[in-house]
C-alpha cells in the first residue's frame, strides 16, 4: 500500500491524540459531578454498543446481496425499500417513542435490528427485502430515541445543560469514530482471517445488540414526551407539523440537517467510484478508517469549541458547513485543472490524492456537524414532541436519498458532487440565518399551542 496513506493517517492520528490527550487547558475542561459521570458513561456504552451493531453490518450489505447472485438492480431496490422504510414506517415508529416512552423505543431498535441480521441468512429475495424494510425501521429509532431518551434523562436528572455538550462529543468520537474503526477491523477478521462468511459479520452485530438491550433493560427509567392519553399518533404528528411550521428556528434546523445529511449519504455512494475512476487498486477498509479518524478529529474539535461561551454553536456550523461545500467541490476542480489518467488499474493518481485529502476535510466536519446539531436540537425542539418532530426531519431526507439511489447512474459524479456542494452552502445561509434569530423569543411555546389546538383543528391553525 502507498506511502500517502500511511502518512495521512498516522499525522490525523497524531492531532487526534494531541486534542484528546495533551491538547486541553483548563478553560477546555467542564468541572462536573461523579453521578453525571457515571450517567454519561452509562450512555456512549449503551450508544457504542448500538453504533457497533450498525457499523459491523454496513460495509458487508451489498456485498452479501452479490454472493447471493442478486446484481445491481436488485441491490437498488433493496437499499431504496430501506430508506423508503425509514420515511414510512420509521417515522410512524419513532413517533411512538414520545408516547409510548423512550426507553421502550430504544428496546425496540434492538430487537429490530436483530431480527433484520437473522434475515440475512437467507438467499430469498422477499425475506431479504423484509430485513431491509425492518432495518430502515431501526435506522429512525436510532437517529431519534436514544437522543431524545438522553436529553430528557440529562435534564430530570437535574444536571447542568452545558454538560450535554459532552456527551454528544464524546459519543460520537467514541460510537461513530472508535468503533466504526474496531467495527471494520472486526469485520474483517471475521470474513477474511476466520473465513466465517460475509453473514458472520450480521450475527457479531446481532450480539452486541442483544448485550446494549441487557444494559437498557436493566439501568435505565423510562422516560415521555407526551404521554397524555388523549393524544392519538395523527394529534401528535398534527401538533409536531405546527411547531415546526410555527417556530422558523425548528424550521430552519430541519432544513439545515435535511441538507447536511442527504450530502452526507450521497456522499457514501459516490467517494469510491471518485477515487478510482479506472478501476485504479485502492484499499477500501483503510480509506474508511481514514474517514473515520478524520470524524473523530472533527468530534474532538467540537468538543473543545462547545467547552466554550464564544464562539456559539450557531456561529461557528456556518464556516464548518462554507468548508464541507468546499471540499465537495474538489472533484469538480480536479476534473478541469488536472489532466485525466486514461491509464486502466495502478495506484491512486494526483487527482485522487487530492479528493482524499478534501473528502478527508468534509468527514471531520461530518464530525463536527453531530454533536454541534444534537446541542441545536437540545436548544430549540420542544421536549412534548421530541422524537416526533426529529422523525419528520429524516422524511425530506430520506427522500432526497431514495431520488439519489435511483438516478445515481444518470448524471455524471461530478454533477452529483455539485448538487452537494451547492445543499451545503444554501446550508451555511440558513445557518446565518438561524444564527441571526437564535436569541429571539418563540412567538408561541408549545403549551400555548397545545392548549389552542384543542379547541381547534392544528392544520387549520394560523
Not at 452545558?162 to 474503526?181: P, R
Request: charged fraction near 15%; glycine fraction near 8%.
Amino acid at each position: 500500500m502507498e506511502l500517502f496513506y500511511y502518512v495521512l493517517f498516522g499525522a490525523m492520528a497524531a492531532v487526534v491524540a494531541v486534542l484528546e490527550l495533551g491538547g486541553k487547558t483548563n478553560k477546555d475542561r467542564i468541572t462536573t459531578s461523579q453521578a453525571f459521570n457515571s450517567f454519561k458513561n452509562n450512555y456512549i456504552l449503551v450508544y457504542s454498543l448500538m453504533m457497533a451493531g450498525d457499523w459491523l453490518q454496513g460495509p458487508y450489505v451489498y456485498y452479501l446481496y452479490s454472493t447471493y447472485g442478486f446484481g445491481k438492480g436488485d441491490i437498488g431496490q433493496l437499499f431504496i425499500a430501506g430508506f423508503g422504510s425509514s420515511m414510512l414506517f420509521g417515522t410512524i415508529v419513532g413517533s411512538l417513542a414520545d408516547k409510548q416512552g423512550r426507553k421502550r423505543a430504544c428496546v425496540t431498535y434492538c430487537i429490530t435490528y436483530i431480527l433484520s441480521c437473522v434475515t440475512k441468512h437467507s438467499p430469498q429475495y422477499k425475506i431479504l427485502m423484509v430485513g431491509r424494510i425492518l432495518g430502515g425501521i431501526a435506522t429512525s429509532l436510532l437517529f431519534s430515541s436514544f437522543e431524545s431518551w438522553l436529553v430528557a434523562e440529562h435534564f430530570k436528572r437535574g444536571f447542568e445543560s452545558q454538560w450535554l455538550s459532552l456527551t454528544f462529543s464524546k459519543a460520537i468520537f467514541v460510537g461513530n469514530g472508535l468503533v466504526a474503526i474496531i467495527a471494520g477491523l472486526f469485520g474483517n477478521f471475521l470474513v477474511d482471517s476466520l473465513n466465517l462468511g460475509p453473514v458472520s459479520p450480521f450475527d457479531a452485530a446481532a450480539c452486541f445488540l442483544a448485550i446494549g438491550m441487557a444494559i437498557i433493560l436493566s439501568s435505565w427509567s423510562e422516560n415521555y414526551g407526551d404521554p397524555s392519553e388523549s393524544k392519538d399518533l395523527l394529534t401528535q404528528f398534527k401538533g409536531a407539523a405546527v411547531a415546526i411550521a410555527s417556530d422558523e428556528k425548528i424550521a430552519l434546523l430541519g432544513a439545515i440537517q435535511s441538507l447536511f445529511e442527504g450530502s452526507m449519504y450521497t456522499f457514501v455512494f459516490l467517494w469510491t467510484p471518485a477515487l478510482s475512476p479506472n478501476d485504479e487498486d485502492i484499499p477500501h477498509g483503510f480509506i474508511f478508517a481514514t474517514f473515520m479518524l478524520a470524524s473523530m478529529l472533527g468530534s474532538s474539535f467540537a468538543a473543545r469549541l462547545m467547552a466554550k461561551n464564544s464562539p456559539k454553536v450557531e456561529s461557528y456550523m456556518q464556516i464548518v458547513f462554507v468548508v464541507s461545500s468546499a471540499a465537495l467541490m474538489l472533484p469538480i476542480l480536479t476534473t478541469f485543472l488536472v489532466p485525466p489518467s486514461n491509464v486502466k488499474g495502478g495506484g491512486i493518481t494526483f487527482a485522487g490524492s487530492i479528493q482524499l485529502l478534501g473528502f478527508c476535510a468534509f468527514e471531520s466536519c461530518v464530525g463536527i456537524f453531530w454533536p454541534s446539531i444534537m446541542k441545536m436540537r437540545s436548544q430549540y425542539i420542544p421536549e412534548e414532541a421530541r422524537s416526533t418532530i426529529m422523525n419528520f426531519f429524516r422524511i425530506p431526507l430520506n427522500l432526497f436519498v431514495c431520488i439519489v439511489l435511483y438516478n445515481v447512474n444518470a448524471f455524471p459524479i461530478t454533477v452529483m458532487f455539485g448538487m452537494c456542494s451547492i445543499f451545503l452552502f444554501v446550508a451555511s445561509i440558513l445557518q446565518r440565518r438561524l444564527a441571526a434569530i437564535a436569541d429571539k423569543p418563540k412567538a408561541e411555546d408549545w403549551t400555548a399551542m397545545k392548549e389552542r389546538d384543542t379547541e381547534a383543528d392544528p392544520l387549520n391553525a394560523p
